[in-house]
Antibody, heavy 119, light 110 residues
């Protein structure tokens, strides 16, 4: 059974940092691009970042470039999102996801972890 | 990077059909067949319902179908059932390995 389990969400002050983790199991983690998608309270989905199978390519939405870093550890089958210089508008549930055989296949999703940026 | 345009809400009675549109530009929806649709029930993670504009993952009922014409993609749900009531999001590849979601559509089954 495929499982993606996010952790690390918390209440953090503006300007602070947080590292999210996503533990994957039940599929060949190293064969897939991975992604982070977020959802602000009561709002829609927003793609945040992608990372290639070997970590050699990373892509970000403009609003997080220079502040967030996506990474992965294939040996630990884990995905990470380092978030620095956090802003109130980063408050959201963060989902990790698996890209399937096509760029339009966000095939598997975790249950999400809540990040709240507030003083 | 503006979101794809979806109607805020649609509704239908059980057994009827509804269609949700998703309008983008020639740089995203119009440029690629990498359009997908996700169903999200309250408090739950999204679920992939359609990918590559028209394909259904295994396990998704045949009542769900997708299409695309020009810069607009559509999701049609036939034979509406109560459990179809949810939020639906379209998503398109928009070049440079980026993805763009629509604002979401709330489907109400009357």
């Amino acid at each position: 059974e495929v499982q993606l389990v996010e952790s690390g969400g918390a209440l953090v002050q503006p300007g602070g940092s947080l590292r999210l983790s996503c533990a994957a199991s039940g599929f060949t983690f190293s064969s897939h691009w991975m992604t982070w998608v977020r959802q602000a309270p009561g709002k829609g989905l927003e793609w945040v970042a992608h990372i290639k199978q070997d970590g050699s390519e990373k892509y970000y939405v403009d609003s997080v470039k220079g502040r967030f870093t996506i990474s992965r550890d294939n040996a630990k089958t884990s995905l990470y999102l380092q978030m620095n210089s956090l802003r109130a508008e980063d408050t959201a549930v963060y989902y990790c996801g698996t890209v399937g055989s096509s760029w339009s296949q966000l095939l598997y999703w975790g249950q999400g972890t809540l990040v709240t940026v507030s003083s | 990077q503006s979101a794809l345009t979806q109607p805020r809400s649609v509704s239908g009675s059980p057994g009827q059909s509804v269609t949700i549109s998703c309008t983008g530009t020639s740089s995203d929806v119009g440029a690629y067949n990498y359009v997908s649709w996700y169903q999200q029930h309250p408090g739950k993670a999204p679920k992939l319902m359609i990918y590559d504009a028209t394909k259904r993952p295994s396990g998704v009922p045949g009542r769900f179908s997708g299409s695309k014409s020009g810069n607009t993609a559509s999701l049609t749900i036939s034979g509406l059932q109560a459990e179809d009531e949810a939020d639906y999001y379209c998503c398109s590849f928009s070049g440079s390995y980026t993805l763009m979601f629509g604002g979401g559509t709330k489907l109400t089954v009357l």
